[in-house]
């Protein structure tokens, strides 16, 4: 059984794809160990709770410098001994410390087809505007392993998103959540839940 922590910052959406996945069998042999958002205001925590699922807030305003959050952070992870981290929409800096401990154990969806629109300060509807302001006709989202770069691990999972006309940066980021995070992140999951993901370089092979 694969024990899976999920770190969040915002809605939850996509962690509630996950809860439904893990009830659906959509998501196979995992359970979902704990949720950790640095926002205690996050409905995702809220998401949590009502379905019984452990969860604590670590936020950077609780510490007075970035270095005790960053060891306080990852205590909590590793209170929770989880097989795999998920970052579902989480908006802070992981530690160095943490992405050594967790290397192709902790994974990240992003809201684009990767290397489009990634990387520093593309994050939320800001990938969506760039996306619209360079007139793109496809749009889509990644699940990556987490590296020391943004956005740069290897890739598991990727799902294409058409853009339509008149889409704003608010309709086009629910298209892409509907149509492509909230599948492709429980998929990942169930596939590496299965043993059915090796990284090799930089790239990721899918058995
Ligand atoms: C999603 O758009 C995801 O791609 C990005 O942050 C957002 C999180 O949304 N990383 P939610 O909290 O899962 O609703």
Redesign the pocket.
Known sequence: MLRIAVM??????????IIDGVKDGTITNTEIVGVISNNRN???LKRAEENGIPSLCVSPKDYETREIFNEKLLEAVDGLQPDLIV?????VVIPPAMIQRYRNRMI????SLIPSFCGKGY??LK?HEAALARGVKVVG?TVHFVDEGTDTGPIILQKAVEVEQGDTPEVL?RR??EQA?WKILPRAIDLIANGRVRVEGNKTVID
């Open positions: 969040v910052s915002g809605g939850g959406t996509n962690l509630q794809a996050a409905y995702a970052l579902a929409g989480f908006l990240n969806i992003h809201p994050y939320g990938v989202a980021q892409v959540m995070e």
